[in-house]
Nanobody, 117 residues
Framework: QVQLVESGGGLVQPGGSLRLSCTAS????????MGWYRQAPGKQRELVAV?????????ADSVKGRFTISRDNVRNGMSLYLQMNSLKPEDTAVYYC?????????WGQGTQVTVSS
């Protein structure tokens, strides 16, 4: 099991930016995907953005053109990022980092993002 630790959430005004980070405790080899999901109060968890081991990316329609997912290999692990620009109140949610290897999924503990004036 890979440990995932998110950071970078917080309170931001509409139109502002945040950068989320997720540190994985191991370097993954082979075929996998890493992604960001979010869950707002009273709503189901939804996919925000995903990046494959080959580098291809996919975004929810609601964040296209505003959010950018990226990853980086770091010493003894990997880091996943989500650059969020032009934030809207509807982006308010707990954001979770996900690692998918085959049918196995690992999740982080989540980081709160609140967009409010």
């Amino acid at each position: 099991q890979v440990q995932l630790v998110e950071s970078g959430g917080g309170l931001v005004q509409p139109g502002g930016s945040l950068r989320l980070s997720c540190t994985a405790s191991a370097t993954i080899v082979g075929i996998y995907s890493m992604g960001w999901y979010r869950q707002a109060p009273g709503k189901q968890r939804e996919l925000v953005a995903v990046i494959s081991s080959g580098g291809s990316t996919n975004y929810a329609d609601s964040v296209k053109g505003r959010f950018t997912i990226s990853r980086d290999n770091v010493r003894n692990g990997m880091s996943l990022y989500l650059q969020m620009n032009s934030l809207k109140p509807e982006d308010t949610a707990v954001y979770y980092c996900n690692l998918q290897v085959g049918s196995h999924a690992d999740w982080g503990q989540g980081t709160q993002v609140t967009v409010s004036s």
